[in-house]
């Protein structure tokens, strides 16, 4: 476990070091912005339920970010209570106020992986955007330094195993509805 830690804390050091720059900043903060609370898959998943054809993908990823949010959030953010890189670095300067909670995993990476998955899973040409999207949210948080790298790696895992379960979920339980 040391040698991971050592690892990702060597990797944001890299990063406050040598890889920023004022326009990469700016860009990574409006992505961390966008992934905040999860309000742009919110906001999308909302707008789908409005659709008839897409009110069922609206479903799957308001149900993909719950369950997202009571594994990643109330369950294992308590459980793990990994510390946030910044506050073993006091000499680091955030460009975004201060996260309160714990690291890991990343919520930001989990809601958007999550939600991606569920869009790549029921309409295929989202697949590319939403990915890409829930990449840069991703690489926002290590780049501001309020995640380390194993946070974003476990936020995707398990975003992208509960999209799979709610599309599944809700596919399953919306063929029975039909049957009856």
Avoid: C
Avoid at 32 to 54: F, P, Y
Avoid at 83 to 103: C, E, M, N, Q
Avoid at 120 to 126: I, K, P, V
Wanted: glycine share 8%; hydrophobic share 50%.
């Amino acid at each position: 476990m040391a040698l991971v830690q050592s690892i990702d804390e060597n990797l944001l050091l890299i990063i406050s070091n040598y890889l920023t720059h004022p326009i990469v900043d700016w860009l990574m903060i409006i992505f961390t912005w966008l992934g905040n609370n999860g309000v742009i898959w919110l906001t999308l998943g909302i707008i789908l339920l409005q659709t008839k054809t897409h009110r069922q993908t609206g479903v799957m990823l308001l149900t993909a970010l719950l369950l997202g949010w009571l594994l990643g959030n109330a369950i294992l953010k308590p459980w793990v209570a990994r510390i946030r890189p910044f506050y073993l670095h006091p000499d680091w300067i955030l460009l975004i106020p201060a996260p309160t909670g714990f690291s890991f995993p990343s919520g930001h990476t989990l809601s958007s992986f999550a939600a991606a998955s569920v869009l790549g899973l029921s309409q295929r040409n989202w697949a590319v955007p939403a990915f890409t999207l829930a990449l840069f949210i991703s690489l926002s948080r290590i780049y501001l330094l309020v995640h380390y790298p194993t946070d974003i790696l476990a936020g995707m895992i398990l975003g992208l195993g509960i999209g799979w379960s709610s599309v599944k979920l809700i596919r399953h339980y919306s063929q029975r509805i039909k049957e009856r």
